[in-house]
């Protein structure tokens, strides 16, 4: 039987689930931020910066941050959205098909006067996470309440805890076309991704892929987002980071189901993205 339970984690309201077989995940209700996710052998699979603030002062640097209704600078408001600063509320929870899940919400009424003022569109979020034996499985859906249409971008931001960078790969994005850090537009030709240096590619396709780190591998799978993204910040870019140490760059990497370009919602009209992550070892 699976168990909720209210925690805090910093200075954070959390909700944890825990399964029968005892891998657990964790969520603050401040961006729908999954924190934790440990599989039922106790292994940690997610990256949380030690410096980050968990005080709902800044968005967090780690776990999953949740991007809407804009990717990075791709619209005219907050970088990445307001959705990864905003206090949600936990939905429905429970087993489903002998299956731990919980819902977090957001709508128009949730936000500040200042965040509903600057994007003002009713609309209605819910983010379903649900552990799967080994897999952990995310469904965001996006839901226009409103009579015109809005438009939005979105991404799962998240960062997977590798252990170390120079040990760590990626596998299935050779020959998808990819817009990198200096613009240039180009198709991979190397079988497997590493990361000698920044790494920030915009995928213009989603295949299944494959993350390889020194101690596991992991599938990860996504449908109705557009793109990959894949980031590390390297070393130079590391150390302008306030919120991360300046070693921990070679601790992660971001691998995001996304959708970045703006596109509209129609009035009464759901979008919805999911993102699966297996673990294999
Ligand atoms: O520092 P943040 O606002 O969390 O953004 C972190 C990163 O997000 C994405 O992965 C982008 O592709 C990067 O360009 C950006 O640096």
């Avoid at 944890?16 to 077989?21: K, L, M, N, S």
């Avoid at 970088?79 to 990864?84: S, T, V």
């Avoid at 760590?168 to 030709?189: I, K, P």
Wanted: hydrophobic fraction near 40%; aromatic fraction near 10%.
């Amino acid at each position: 039987m699976a168990v909720v339970t209210m925690t805090e984690y910093g200075a954070l309201p959390a909700a944890q689930i825990c399964a029968a077989d005892g891998a657990e995940i964790t969520l603050s209700l401040f961006g729908a931020h999954l924190l934790s996710w440990k599989t039922a052998d106790g292994q940690q699979r997610l990256f949380v910066s030690s410096q980050t603030p968990l005080d709902g002062s800044k968005a967090i640097r780690g776990g999953v941050p949740v991007i809407f209704p804009q990717f990075n600078m791709r619209g005219p408001g907050l970088r990445h959205g307001f959705a990864r600063v905003s206090h949600w509320r936990v939905g429905a929870s429970g087993e489903e098909n002998g299956q731990a899940f919980i819902e977090l919400e957001l709508n128009q009424q949730d936000l500040p006067a200042e965040h509903a003022a600057a994007w003002p569109h009713d609309f209605a979020l819910t983010l379903r996470y649900t552990l799967q034996g080994d897999a952990l499985a995310v469904r965001f859906t996006v839901h226009n309440c409103g009579t015109r249409e809005f438009p939005f971008g979105v991404a799962l931001h998240t960062y997977f805890d590798v252990g170390q960078l120079a040990a760590t790969s990626v596998a299935g994005l050779q020959g998808q076309r990819y817009t990198d850090h200096h613009l240039q537009t180009a198709t991979q030709d190397q079988p497997a991704l590493h990361f000698t240096e920044k790494q920030d590619r915009l995928y213009q396709s989603t295949p299944a892929l494959t993350l390889n780190t020194a101690s596991a591998t992991l599938q990860l799978e996504q449908q109705g987002f557009d793109n990959w993204v894949v980031w590390n910040p390297g070393q130079a870019d590391a150390a302008a980071l306030t919120d991360l140490a300046d070693e921990e760059y070679l601790r992660f990497i971001c691998i995001e189901p996304a959708r970045i370009d703006q596109q509209p919602l129609a009035a009464g009209a759901s979008w919805t993205g999911s993102h699966r992550i297996r673990c294999c070892g």
